[in-house]
């Protein structure tokens, strides 16, 4: 994508139909729907600009490229402790991720907030789960009387969800399951021999546990609006995380920024730390954006009718808390109190390990970037454990690299011992739901500020017993299931890891019902600044358990429906 980079003189060259802060995977989409809908949209995006394929350094490289042969230096990883055990991190994907010392922030309690601050977002590295929530997690907080029901439901959601995977593609299967609805698929990758077995394992064990092809936002088969995109099929090399120089999953900087530019009403600007968002008391609307060059220090401000705040969760609590007027002292829209609070996290603590005999004459071809999922079982149409929430349980099985019985660490014999596949090993791991709570939230400092002036974030963020009992739970019915499907040498893992880890943050922004309790109406709009939409994770009323950027694609697409009708209609 060859991005529009303006150096704005005038006041009038700074007016715009639309802004989106952020350019990850909602803000690519909010940039998307805006430009094709005929709004003249500038995107502010904080970090540098990447271009497709261009700026993929390592998409090639070989193991033997690398100058620690992929390892990370001693002196790197004491100067990186927090970003460095992100997932997908390593010296192959580091460009993509913020270092530790350029961006603090302060943890009241630990919380490892990951970053990745370029054009294209964290969308260049995030997992591509693209599940479907089903109307049980919709309802489940209201019903079982563990958070406030949201403004919408399944339903609302469902014809977005339809037009979000038509774009990016998204393989899997119609399966049919109440807890995980159907969408528009392309073929999945077939699973291999192992996971075969433990699905038909689980499947006669237990009736109401499926394990399916799980759905992943990964080209496939292409279709013809794929390839107009300029993107190809997905070649099964698991680099995902270097940058796909096929477009073969997706990304903001493969797909919805370059389909927005095609239109020539999209504007990126790389470098651009926002302040603040601009209220004007005289409208009771916004009016704009306060920007910060993040290379000269420069003051910029931009106008525009609408502004849909995409930062990343935490980024645009911190944004919407710094956006301080006479008439909102507490934040922008923060009548209510609770922005920054309810804050909530997915729960990856809890995983299972097995060893699995046989199938020895069997192999599998490619490096298949997909697992499969065994859809939640827990608390759907009642509740039936000790705690709420339900847990999405993703799994695999491939085989060890060597047959583990060489003693020898080079030459030709190494060589050989390592060339032969080893047994086969099983894993599930767990992505479970968290209450939000008004008690886990994020703050601003009172006395310390970034490299732009702007006060730094204060997390406090922290499990509870729900979670632990979540986590017993789960390796207990997990292990069981290995077990019955005829693993060995089963083992439980609870990792322990500060929350933050999982990358999934949600809330302090929320949806819902009551302007005295949530920050959003049904259409993401600010309940006291209509013409400012939260379309990313900061929106999130709870957490569900299947993974939330499927949700945020969607939900920016249908706030951007709202908010075109809007203005054309003149209410914003």
């Not at 009038?12 to 989409?29: K, L, P, R, Y």
């Not at 927090?82 to 993509?96: E, P, Q, R, V």
């Not at 491939?398 to 060589?415: C, H, I, P």
């Amino acid at each position: 994508m060859a991005v529009q980079i303006e150096t704005f003189q005038t006041v009038s060259e700074n007016i715009f139909d639309a802004i989106v802060i952020g350019s990850g995977i909602s803000g690519g989409w909010a940039a998307k729907e805006l430009c094709e809908k005929g709004l003249k949209t500038l995107v502010l995006e904080r970090g540098r600009n990447v271009e497709h394929n261009k700026d993929y350094p390592t998409a090639h490289l070989n193991p033997w490229d690398f100058e620690h042969r992929g390892n990370l230096t001693k002196k790197f990883l004491d100067e990186n402790p927090l970003i460095s055990k992100a997932a997908g991190f390593g010296d192959d994907t580091k460009h993509f991720f913020v270092q530790d010392k350029d961006h603090p922030y302060i943890q009241e309690k630990p919380f490892d907030w990951i970053r990745g601050y370029q054009v294209g977002g964290k969308s260049l590295t995030w997992g591509r789960a693209c599940q479907r929530w089903s109307e049980f997690e919709f309802t489940a907080p209201e019903r079982f009387g563990y958070g406030i029901g949201w403004p919408l439901g399944y339903k609302d959601v469902a014809p977005w969800y339809s037009h979000v995977e038509e774009f990016i593609g998204v393989c899997g299967n119609k399966d049919g399951i109440e807890s995980m609805p159907d969408g528009e698929y392309l073929p999945p990758f077939e699973l291999n021999c192992v996971q075969t077995e433990i699905r038909d394992k689980i499947r006669e064990h237990y009736k109401d546990r499926f394990v399916v092809h799980a759905r992943w936002a990964h080209l496939t088969k292409p279709n013809a609006i794929h390839l107009q995109q300029g993107r190809g099929s997905c070649q099964a090399r698991n680099l995902c995380m270097r940058g796909c120089p096929y477009g073969g999953y997706f990304s903001s900087v493969s797909s919805t920024l370059p389909w927005a530019e095609k239109t020539g009403n999209l504007t990126v600007r790389p470098h651009s730390v926002v302040h603040s968002i601009i209220y004007d008391a005289k409208t009771g609307k916004a009016s704009g954006v306060k920007v910060i060059d993040a290379q000269t220090k420069a003051v910029i401000e931009y106008k525009a009718k609408v502004i849909f705040l995409n930062a990343s969760a935490l980024n645009s609590n911190l944004i919407l808390l710094n956006s301080k007027s006479e008439r909102f002292p507490d934040g922008l829209g923060n009548d209510s109190g609770v922005l920054g609070k309810y804050i909530a996290f997915h729960n990856y603590r809890a995983s299972v390990g097995a060893d699995m005999d046989g199938f020895e004459d069997k192999y599998y071809a490619g490096r298949n970037p997909t697992e499969p999922i065994l859809a939640n079982y827990r608390n759907l149409h009642k509740q039936d454990t000790d705690y709420v929430g339900g847990f999405t349980t993703f799994m695999g099985a491939y085989r060890t690299r060597g047959n583990g019985a060489s003693e020898q660490t080079f030459g030709k014999g190494f060589k050989e011992d390592m060339s032969r596949p080893g047994g086969w090993k099983v894993y599930m791991y767990m992505q479970g739901e968290t209450i939000p709570k008004a008690s886990n939230q994020v703050t601003l400092s009172k006395d310390q500020k970034d490299a732009w002036g702007i006060p730094l974030l204060v997390t406090s963020v922290g499990y509870d017993d729900n979670d632990e009992k979540m986590i017993k739970d789960f390796l207990k019915e997990s292990a069981e299931m290995l077990e019955k499907s005829g693993c060995t040498n089963i083992t439980q893992h609870d990792n322990k890891q500060a929350p933050g880890l999982d990358i999934h943050e949600m809330g302090g922004c929320r949806m819902g019902k009551d302007p005295k309790t949530s920050m959003l109406n049904q259409w993401n709009q600010l309940h006291h600044c209509k013409n400012v939409f939260v379309t990313d994770g900061a929106c999130m009323t709870s957490t569900g358990n299947q993974s939330p950027s499927l949700l945020y694609m969607a939900l920016a697409a249908r706030a951007v429906d709202h908010a075109v009708k809007e203005i054309k209609s003149g209410n914003l």
